[in-house]
């Protein structure tokens, strides 16, 4: 479960969900959606995704392969972005009807819609031996790591602000966006170092690093000289850098195959795309349901059985 947590503390950034929420697309002045903050579901036949619309916002369930889409009600809470607990279970982060914005999980057949306490640590090893966490100080923020028992800790980054460390799949590294300027995303660094915070070396320029499955690539975003924002790879041996296609808010398919992430559609509104991480193909998910505001189906009767699909494996 801490290992999940991990992953959705990472996903479910504050300011970032805030920054992409306040663009004007999906807004009241806009008739067509925008699709907000896609993620995967555990096998990877489904995104989770927050509509914004005309003042209002709302959960969706997308099928890759495609069909229809399904609407998850979250009475008196206006979700912000969510990601996947399980199979078959939703975290959310939203504001309620009394104005706060708090945490919540919610089943997908919208059911149990509860509090959600989340966990402060942003990555953790599969044994739970190392937890990483951001440490917020006065105009900056440094990665610590402590141990399993939470009592000693150990300052990895300081001089510039780091954030969302990552722990590589076999173990060994950590990956993070580095900024001498918080506020120059432009000068964002993707930089690996080992465990204990020796040996850093940036390998490319860019933000919001994560692992590939596989642990040989790292995804991220990227901006070029005209500051248009790149869904990238980089190569962790050789260093080579991909730019796969124009987006944001990029994540592995569980499989590394395919990356999702979001773009600007045609009418400025926000629109899911599933890129080939090899070939750069994309195909979007979204598009054809913008032409309507809730383009969805409700969720089937509890007596249409479903199979339950397998969930992530969880760190103990």
Same mark, same amino acid.
């Given at each position: 479960?801490?290992?999940?947590?991990?992953?959705?503390?990472?996903? @479910?950034?504050?300011?970032?969900? !805030?920054?992409?929420?306040?663009?004007?697309? #999906?807004?009241?002045?806009?008739?067509?959606?925008?699709?907000?903050?896609?993620?995967? =579901?555990?096998?990877?036949?489904?995104?989770?995704?927050?509509?914004?619309?005309? #003042?209002?916002?709302?959960?969706?369930?997308?099928?890759?392969?495609?069909?229809? $889409?399904?609407?998850?009600?979250?009475?008196?809470?206006?979700?912000? $972005?969510?990601?996947?607990?399980?199979?078959?279970?939703?975290?959310?982060? #939203?504001?309620?009807?009394?104005?706060?914005?708090?945490?919540?999980?919610?089943?997908?057949?919208?059911?149990?819609?509860?509090?959600?306490? %989340?966990?402060?640590?942003?990555?953790?090893?599969?044994? +739970?031996?190392?937890?990483?966490?951001? $440490?917020?100080?006065?105009? #900056?923020?440094?990665?610590?790591?402590? *141990?399993?028992?939470?009592?000693?800790?150990?300052?990895?980054?300081?001089?510039?602000?780091?954030?969302?460390? +990552?722990?590589?799949?076999?173990? %060994?590294?950590?990956?993070?966006?580095?900024?001498? *300027?918080?506020?120059?995303?432009?000068?964002?660094?993707?930089?690996?170092?080992?465990?204990?915070?020796?040996?850093?070396?940036?390998?490319?320029?860019?933000?919001?690093?994560?692992?590939?499955? *596989?642990?040989?690539?790292?995804?991220?975003?990227?901006?070029? $000289? /005209?500051?248009? @924002?790149?869904?990238?790879?980089?190569?962790?041996?050789?260093?080579?850098? %991909?730019?796969?296609?124009?987006?944001?808010?990029?994540?592995?398919?569980?499989?590394?195959?395919?990356?999702?992430?979001?773009?600007?559609?045609?009418?400025? *509104?926000?629109?899911?795309?599933?890129?080939?991480? +090899?070939?750069?193909?994309?195909? !979007?998910?979204?598009? =054809?349901?913008?032409? /309507?505001?809730?383009?969805?189906?409700?969720?089937?009767?509890?007596?249409?059985?479903?199979?339950?699909?397998?969930?992530?494996?969880?760190?103990?």
């Amino acid at each position: 479960m801490l290992q999940k947590q991990a992953a959705l503390l990472v996903g @479910l950034s504050i300011a970032r969900v !805030c920054m992409c929420a306040a663009q004007p697309a #999906g807004g009241a002045d806009h008739p067509h959606p925008m699709y907000h903050y896609p993620r995967w =579901s555990p096998d990877g036949t489904r995104i989770v995704v927050v509509s914004i619309s005309a #003042g209002e916002s709302h959960l969706l369930v997308i099928p890759v392969a495609g069909g229809s $889409a399904r609407s998850i009600e979250t009475p008196k809470i206006a979700p912000m $972005a969510a990601d996947w607990i399980s199979s078959n279970r939703i975290s959310i982060v #939203g504001h309620s009807t009394a104005g706060a914005q708090t945490s919540f999980a919610i089943d997908i057949d919208g059911k149990n819609l509860r509090p959600f306490r %989340r966990d402060s640590i942003a990555s953790a090893t599969r044994d +739970s031996s190392i937890l990483l966490y951001e $440490a917020q100080r006065s105009g #900056g923020s440094d990665i610590v790591s402590t *141990d399993r028992q939470r009592r000693a800790s150990r300052q990895l980054t300081r001089g510039f602000w780091a954030e969302q460390p +990552s722990i590589s799949p076999d173990q %060994r590294q950590i990956v993070f966006e580095k900024r001498v *300027d918080p506020n120059r995303m432009d000068r964002s660094e993707v930089v690996v170092m080992a465990l204990d915070g020796s040996g850093q070396v940036t390998i490319a320029a860019g933000t919001d690093p994560s692992w590939s499955p *596989d642990g040989k690539q790292i995804l991220f975003k990227s901006m070029d $000289a /005209r500051g248009m @924002l790149w869904i990238s790879v980089v190569d962790v041996a050789t260093r080579a850098v %991909r730019r796969l296609t124009l987006g944001v808010h990029p994540e592995w398919s569980p499989t590394g195959d395919r990356i999702l992430f979001m773009r600007d559609g045609t009418g400025g *509104d926000g629109e899911v795309y599933v890129v080939s991480a +090899s070939a750069g193909d994309s195909r !979007c998910l979204t598009c =054809s349901l913008a032409r /309507r505001k809730r383009p969805v189906t409700q969720p089937p009767s509890p007596r249409e059985g479903r199979r339950a699909l397998p969930a992530k494996p969880e760190v103990r």
